[in-house]
């Protein structure tokens, strides 16, 4: 039986009625009924929109994801620290042309760690072995900073599977000394953060709760306030609680030269979305990661920084549209 959670009541979002979430016919064939752990019920709200989580057991062990929508699948990966709930007024608004699915990848929201440090190329199979569990066959990808890596990775490798892919707040540099010797050196950050991250998710929590430190993450990664300030806070809430190890993988991933040579082999039609004003990703970086595909288009969304699913969600969510179309 699932094990159902209350979640509060958001301003103008409506009433929630907690529920068991509904399961698809794929999802019934590949997943025996103790996968799914736990639902958050249905919501009736203005949009029209149901929002569903639950966990999967995959071949590599449970994710957390939210569905949301109606038509072909749309599989949405965050970047380091964030979760699922980064993409839920995302894929809220995209709700009438896709069923979205957004992950949490593991040791961040609510999947748990694995016991081997997290790597492009294991982020991926994460990803394919949702898909598989789900019965998603075929799909469309949208991902941001490093989801945006893991999202690439997979349709290079996985060409048949992806028909459209969307990196945002993504992109490659020539030369980062400092990133390839983490990357060449990062066995024992790996192990120290592993054993340290009670410790460290401890003093985190406490770290992020400040206000200090939400305006200091905010000018750092916000180019002006946040369209949605509750998604902003969760977004800090998720950092408090990531596996650290991940912030390695993220750190080496725009240095990476298989990941370069992974994109020249991309097949799906791919749209590069930045912000103009992005101090992490900057728009030579991203325009560096769609010369290497062969068939990408870029747009920027000026007045943004690295969070352009919080500063400017309907901007973002037409591009979104456009691309998919494409």
């Known amino acids: ?162 028909g459209h892919v969307i990196l945002t707040s993504f992109g490659v540099r020539t030369t980062t000394p400092d990133a390839l010797a983490l990357a060449l050196a990062r066995t024992p950050f790996d192990v120290f953060l592993g054993l340290a991250r009670p410790a460290i998710n401890t003093w985190a929590g406490w770290a992020l709760g400040s206000p200090l430190t939400s305006q200091l993450m905010a000018a750092w990664l916000l180019a002006g306030p946040p369209a949605d300030p509750a998604c902003w806070d969760a977004y800090l809430a998720d950092h408090a609680r990531a596996d650290g190890r991940m912030y390695v993988t993220m750190q080496t991933m725009t240095a990476d030269p298989t990941l370069k040579s992974r994109l020249q082999t991309i097949k799906a039609p791919a749209l590069l979305i930045g912000g103009q004003d992005d101090r992490i990703i900057r728009p030579g970086e991203v325009r560096a990661a769609a010369a290497l595909i062969p068939a990408a288009k870029v747009e920027f969304i000026p007045a943004c920084g690295h969070l352009p699913p919080i500063e400017h969600p309907v901007e973002y969510q037409r591009l979104v549209r456009e691309g998919l179309a494409g």
């Open 1 to 162: 039986m699932a094990d159902e959670t209350n979640e509060p009541i958001r301003r103008g979002r409506g009433l929630r009625i907690s529920v068991p979430p509904a399961q698809d016919a794929a999802e019934q064939s590949s997943a025996p009924n103790d996968d799914i752990v736990r639902g958050r019920g249905l919501r009736l709200s203005t949009a029209a929109s149901t929002v569903q989580t639950a966990t999967v057991r995959t071949m590599n062990g449970p994710l957390r994801y939210l569905r949301v929508g109606e038509g072909p699948p749309l599989i949405a990966v965050h970047g380091f620290g964030a979760s699922s709930c980064l993409w839920r007024e995302v894929l809220s608004g995209l709700a009438d042309i896709r069923t979205g699915y957004a992950i949490d990848l593991p040791g961040c929201g609510e999947s748990p760690a694995r016991s081997t440090a997290p790597t492009l190329a294991t982020l991926a199979d994460e990803v394919i072995a949702f898909a598989d569990a789900m019965g998603l066959r075929r799909f469309d990808l949208i991902g941001h900073a490093l989801g945006a890596g893991v999202a690439a990775v997979v349709a290079a490798t996985r060409p048949a599977r992806v």
